[in-house]
């Protein structure tokens, strides 16, 4: 288990997942649960998308790198940036071919309805920098635009080629992720060894340093993984239904899936699992505190709170 969550002393949810730590050799050092279960990756991939954009010549900058691997919360900032990176290639909204939606952002999507929008748009969706990133690398390598969503499109082959290597697992069969884009199957043993590859293999300086230097742009504000790759040298990445990894520089590659799908749940447990594992300052530990001390609500005030359940097998 997880964690529980706690409404005036009563236990009113609980959070059964697994979690996983690798160490800067490979090798798993903790787990808890059952890591071998299979889920699709979700936007727990998108790291890696986005070396491979770079691989195919997308010239991405430090700020497009961290908005390639986001899932952003479709603040003007970070549609802002989308936006400029289709017009440095000659590109525009239309050939973006993730479906129309609104911001993931409460916030952002009152600021567009205070505008007048009346529907939503595919570069307001979560994964348009993803998209942004695919189809530059496509106009640099001379390939086709309008199959870029294709699993056979050569960039594609390659993101699910380097899936399967840094994850030591067999992504097939793949399926459709909400984007539209092909997803990967991993299991938390793949994904934490994925995110330990990220951490620490130097090919992948470039998207870990852009990740961590600009959290808010690879999520947004308080979110659990901006939150994490805030407070350490990492960069963390959340993934729809309950997933999410963490790449602390140089030390662990962390990952977590909380199979009820609840995401606040998979951050809360990589927070606690981190704090667990290592011995932390306490300004780290009050700097994760945004992603582990997590208020339940009643009549506007603190009621109750998320409490970890999580014990790890140390090996």
Request: contains cysteine.
């Amino acid at each position: 288990m997880l964690a529980v969550q706690v409404r005036s002393g009563l236990v009113e949810a609980t959070h059964q997942g697994a979690f996983a730590a690798f160490d800067a050799s490979l090798n798993l050092v903790a787990y808890s649960g059952d890591i071998d279960t299979p889920f699709f990756l979700r936007s727990s991939s998108k790291p890696f998308q986005a070396f491979v954009s770079q691989e195919f010549g997308a010239e991405l900058s430090p700020i497009e790198l961290a908005i390639a691997s986001s899932s952003h919360d479709g603040f003007p900032a970070h549609i802002a940036v989308v936006d400029a990176m289709l017009r440095r290639a000659g590109l525009s909204h239309d050939d973006l071919q993730c479906p129309p939606l609104w911001p993931l952002g409460g916030e952002a999507r009152d600021i567009l309805v205070s505008e007048g929008h009346k529907v939503p748009r595919p570069i307001w969706h979560d994964c348009s920098g993803k998209h942004a990133a695919w189809l530059r690398a496509c106009v640099a390598s001379d390939l086709p635009t309008d199959t870029y969503l294709a699993p056979d499109h050569p960039i594609q082959a390659r993101v699910r080629q380097l899936i399967g290597e840094v994850g030591d697992h067999d992504v097939d069969p793949m399926g459709i992720d909400g984007c539209g884009a092909p997803v990967h199957r991993t299991t938390v043993r793949a994904l934490a060894r994925m995110y330990a590859v990220l951490a620490t293999d130097h090919r992948f300086r470039e998207v870990l340093g852009a990740m961590h230097r600009y959290p808010a742009l690879v999520s947004g504000v308080g979110n659990g993984d901006a939150v994490i790759a805030t407070a350490l040298d990492a960069a963390a990445k959340r993934g729809a239904m309950g997933c999410i990894g963490v790449a602390w520089a140089n030390q662990f590659g962390i990952a977590v899936k909380s199979f009820d799908g609840q995401d606040r749940a998979a951050a809360f447990a990589a927070a606690s699992g981190l704090e667990n594992l290592s011995n932390l300052s306490e300004t780290v530990s009050s700097s994760l505190r945004g992603a582990t001390d997590l208020k339940v609500l009643g009549g506007g005030a603190t009621v109750g709170r998320f409490e970890s359940r999580l014990e790890l097998t140390l090996l």
